[in-house]
């Protein structure tokens, strides 16, 4: 297999002087340079080849996704909307907007503060592992 793949490199790589028309006025010895040239390339080319078969394929891992329970766990709470969450979490010192929390409920958002998710484990009674499930 690694013949066969050298002898069609062979000869798809043609050196760029052989060429009757090319080498009209070109002396020995660029013809010869132009030759030299050529086996470099072969001889990259195939350990280009060997390394590609030798070395290992990384792994690509599929990223983990999480999803975000909030609504559930308000659903199983009887917290009807994001309004009357804030209001809760006003009354434990914590304080957001209601936009804001919509975003962060909904998953619109990337970042969360360390008080909002403390605010939100305090009101809905649960752990920080409850608030997001693995898909």
């Known amino acids: ?25 070109v002396d020995a010895n660029q ?7 050529h086996g ?15 070395m290992p394929r990384k792994k690509s891992n599929p990223r983990r ?3 975000w329970r909030v609504r559930v ?6 917290v009807r909307s994001v309004s ?15 936009a804001q929390l919509g975003r962060l409920i ?7 503060s360390q008080e909002v998710i403390e605010g939100l484990m305090t009101i809905l009674e649960c752990q920080v592992g409850d608030l997001w499930k693995e898909r």
């Open 1 to 25: 297999m690694h013949v066969e793949l050298l002898v069609k490199l062979l000869g798809e790589m043609r050196p760029p002087l052989d060429n009757a028309q090319y080498t009209e006025g």
């Open 65 to 67: 996704a999480v999803v």
């Open 40 to 54: 470099v390339q072969i001889i990259v080319a195939w350990m280009q080849h060997c390394y590609n078969l030798l």
């Open 73 to 78: 766990l308000m659903a199983e709470r009887n």
């Open 84 to 98: 009357e969450l804030v209001r809760r979490m006003e009354d434990i010192g914590v304080s957001i907007s209601i």
């Open 106 to 112: 909904d998953g619109k958002t990337q970042h969360w």
């Open 31 to 37: 013809q010869l340079s132009a030759n030299t040239l």
